[in-house]
Each structure stands twice: as C-alpha cells, then as structure tokens.
C-alpha cells in the first residue's frame, strides 16, 4: 500500500505527516516503530495520523503516536504542524479553526504559515486527572526515586506531565532520572518529565524527556505545562517565552480556569511516499 506524507518539524521536534482524510490507513505498533526508525525508516518523534472529525463543524482530527508505537493524547508542536498541513492542503478555508484530539479539542490560528498559534486549552491540577497518585492537590509532590526524594510538580495539559526546578539544565540529568520518572508508578499512564531552570519572570530554559520518545530538541505540551506551574508556583508573569534545545516558543497563560495559548513555527521539510 502507498501512501504519502510530509516530514514536518517545530522547533526540531520532527513528524511524519500522514492525511488519511480518503484513505484507510491500517497501523499497528510494528509498524510505526518501522516507521519511527531513523536508519531504516522515515525517522521522527512522533506520527501524525490526520482523519475526518468527529464533529463535522470541526476542520479535523488528528492522531498521535510516539516513536514507540504507543498512542498519546496531545502534542503542541505537532497540532502547528497539522494546522500549517491543513491550510497548505485546502482542507480548511479559514486561517481559524479547531482540530481534534484524543486529549481535547485545539483552536488554531495560522494567519501566519510559518509561526502558528494554538489554543491548548485548559490545564488540569487534580491528580486523579492528570492522571496522578496523590491524597490531595498540591503544588509540589515528593516522588521517590532509587532511594532518593525529588519535588515536582504535576500537571495536565491533555496529556500528564512532571515538572522539576534545575538549577542549570545544560547538566540536568536528563538521560537519567527521565526514563524513571516516567514509568514511575504513581503516573499510571506515565508521564513526560520536563527539566526547568527559571531565569526571571518571562524567560524560562527546558528540557523534556518524552513519553515514549525520549528527549526530544523541543516539546510544545512541555513548555505549556512548565509555564503554567511556574505561573502557579508565583515565578512567572503571564506572558514567557520558553527556551528548548530547538528554538523558543511564546506561552501565555491568565491563570487557572484560563486557556493557554502558544505560538512557535511549523515548517514543512519535504513530503514523499512510501509503501506500507
């Protein structure tokens, strides 16, 4: 079977673009591995499966899958990406539409085609939520790990993140504590672990260990979920601008019960076909 797609990136955070909107598309876990794979494959962070929304007032839908076949909920970089696809490929006749998810509806905004701004949604503090093991709500929760305390904090922005305070994340152990905070058992879904260091009230450094990835040049739920934990947390003004090891994205955030809104590029790197 021969089907076409985009290679597409956002701040270095790299996808493989599929429009499945008239086509059948079978996938299984082998399959997006072989995919995945950077030697003998297309090579990317995560698959983006885009189809035919479920709400027909909505301009799509689109499907998440990490380098290690799992599905996911959400993705930031990813929803710039499908938003600059759907406008180059005339699925949409406005530059203002919403996109669905498995972690929630997206409003995307792309009156710029290479700087795209997104409507996260809402984040979510509660554990159970998030999903995470908690008595109650807090800011920082102690996680033990190989014998060792760490604070962090818990947060969901359509999928579950952890958030830690490094005070150079250049020497973060990131290679590390990543992998073990995200299978650690109190994320039951597991999580991304997001390594921050403040640097003044609008800038903040990170770097994000991903769910089912590793660590990627850039992750846009990442970014969302720092800042607003850091704005909770009393550091942040409303308006960042997080620094990753592929670029920077701008987060805005009023406070809690508000949406958040990220604006970062989306670029298309060629497109191709390959046999499945």
Known sequence: MKVLFSKMEGLGNDFMVIDAMQQPLPLDTATVQRLADRRTGIGFDQLLVIGKPKNPAHAAGFRIYNADGGEVEQCGNGARCVSRFLVEAGWVTGRSFTLETLGGDLQADVRDIARVRVNMGVPTFEPARIPFEARERALTYALEVDGRTYEIGAVSVGNPHAILDMPDVDIAPVAELGPKIEHHPRFPKRTNVNFAQWLDRT??????????????????????????????????????????????????????????????????????????
């Open 203 to 276: 800038h903040v450094r990170l770097r994000v260990f991903e769910r089912g990835t590793g660590e990627t040049l850039a992750c846009g739920t990442g970014a969302c979920a720092t800042m607003v934990w850091g704005r909770l947390a009393g550091w942040l003004d409303e308006s960042v601008e997080v620094t990753l090891r592929g670029g920077a994205l701008m987060i805005s955030w009023q406070g809690e019960g508000d949406c958040m809104w990220m604006s970062g590029p989306a670029n298309r790197v060629y497109d191709g076909a390959i046999n499945l």
